[in-house]
């Protein structure tokens, strides 16, 4: 979000108006939150939640057993003491292996069309769970990489900050001298608001007046993940993504409907054990885990929806690089949290890994299963700015081993 684009989600929070159906109030009642963990570049699952011990497909790592029904890979200790609180849907099978196009796919449930710009989950989510008493953004991304608000405008736009709470390409020191400044261009602006000169002005105050507030906010403390104890940092993990991780507990904390966390590094198309083994699924391990742990342990898991995915997988066949290649057609997403069933997996792939051979599911099922553990209506229909009506979740079904 650079700062024009910054400045226009805080107008969208100023001037933006929504007439709330019956269910939606009850939903700003119940405090419900989702969190996005984001592996930007395609994670090969079969190598974490669906390893295939001895076959050609396989690899080197090995299954162990967790706290839930389900075996994961033995790169994955800790979090396989937290498998209670998740569900692995093995039989994801989509069509998109193309990043750009996937990306865009898994974030909303719709392929990429010229004539429109679908909203993303965390846009959706956020405008469905909106808190009138929260001061910061509904949406929170920790290191970007997501898609936009589309037609649901500003309002709903990702706020990105990195993973120390620092708003990107916005650099303001909140000080005395910011409060001076802010009093004195206020005077200012009232006095040529009196004047009567048009409304121009007047939509400009209301603008810096929200962009004011945010800064200013309690709520802004969330993100600062430097204050919380070193025991603490140490177990989510010293890293980007750990501390995105204990950033989206905290913004769970103070009310934020939706959090994106993001872990790139994916595209593993050579060396792809040992980077996975060495990098990627100790630092990925590390802070998962930590994140169950404490919403468990706060008592906030049962009314937040935890998801975990790609935009696709890896090629079950290991290329000549050592690595494994875009695929789409078999592979897993994880969820968990929001009263959704744990332990389990759901669906199954044959034995290499090369097919899903139970009911496949799509974005759009694993979307419509979060709305229904967060309690909105599948029925919740939006009007794009083309005039077309637009069905939460893209008519997705609900993956009813979850519930």
Same mark, same amino acid.
Not at 127 to 137: A, E
Not at 208 to 222: G, H, I, Q, R, Y
Not at 322 to 328: C, E, I, Q
């Given at each position: 979000m650079k700062r024009?684009?910054?400045l226009s989600s805080l107008a969208g929070v100023a001037t933006l108006?929504?007439?709330?159906?019956?269910?939606?109030?009850?939903?700003?009642?119940?405090?419900?939150?989702?969190?996005?963990l984001w592996m930007g570049g395609g994670p090969s699952t079969m190598d974490i939640w669906d390893l295939k011990p001895g076959?050609?497909?396989g690899g080197p790592f090995r299954p162990i057993n967790t706290s839930g029904d389900a075996q994961i890979c033995e790169h994955m200790p800790l979090m396989a003491k937290q498998m209670h609180n998740a569900a692995i849907i093995r039989s994801m099978s989509t069509?998109?292996?193309d990043h750009m196009r996937g990306r865009y796919y898994m974030h909303t449930g719709y392929v990429p069309n010229p004539n429109i710009e679908h909203p993303s989950y965390g846009s959706v989510l956020s405008?469905?769970?909106? @808190? %009138?008493?929260?001061?910061?953004?509904q949406f929170v991304s920790v290191g970007g990489g997501g898609a936009g608000a589309g037609f649901l405008g500003a309002k709903y736009a990702p706020f990105v900050v990195n993973s120390d709470g620092r708003i990107r390409n916005l650099n303001m020191k909140i000080d005395e001298r910011f409060y001076q400044r802010a009093y004195a261009l206020d005077a200012i602006e009232n006095n040529f608001i009196s004047q009567k000169r048009g409304s121009l002005a007047k939509e400009h105050q209301a603008i810096?007046?929200?962009?004011?507030?945010?800064?200013?906010?309690?709520?802004?403390?969330?993100?600062k993940v430097v204050s919380e104890p070193e025991e603490i940092k140490e177990r989510y993990g010293n890293n980007n993504f750990g501390k995105g991780c204990l950033m989206a507990r905290r913004l769970v904390e103070v009310g934020v409907p939706f959090i994106e966390v993001n872990l790139g590094g994916w595209d593993n198309h050579q060396n792809i054990h040992p980077t996975l @083994? %060495?990098?990627?699924?100790?630092?990925?391990?590390?802070?998962?885990?930590?994140?169950f742990e404490d919403l468990e342990q706060r008592g906030l898991l049962k009314d937040t929806a935890i998801i975990w995915m790609g935009e696709f997988s890896r090629t079950p066949r290991i290329n000549g690089n050592?690595?494994?290649?875009?695929?789409?057609r078999s592979w897993s997403v994880v969820v968990g949290g929001g009263g959704m069933n744990g332990g389990i997996a759901v669906g199954a792939t044959n034995e290499d890994g090369t097919r899903v051979e139970t009911e496949p599911y799509t974005s759009q099922d694993v979307m419509a299963s979060v709305c229904k553990a967060l309690g909105i209506s599948l029925q919740t229909t939006f009007t794009s700015n083309n005039g077309r009506p637009m069905k939460i979740a893209n008519g997705g079904r609900i993956i009813t081993e979850l519930f």
């Open positions: 024009r684009e910054f108006t929504h007439s709330l159906t019956a269910n939606e109030e009850e939903l700003k009642k119940n405090g419900k939150s989702a969190i996005l076959a050609a497909t069509r998109e292996a405008h469905q769970l909106q @808190r %009138d008493n929260l001061t910061i953004p810096l007046k929200a962009t004011f507030n945010v800064l200013t906010s309690k709520e802004m403390d969330a993100m @083994r %060495d990098t990627k699924l100790p630092m990925l391990d590390q802070g998962m885990s930590a994140l050592a690595g494994r290649d875009h695929w789409a």
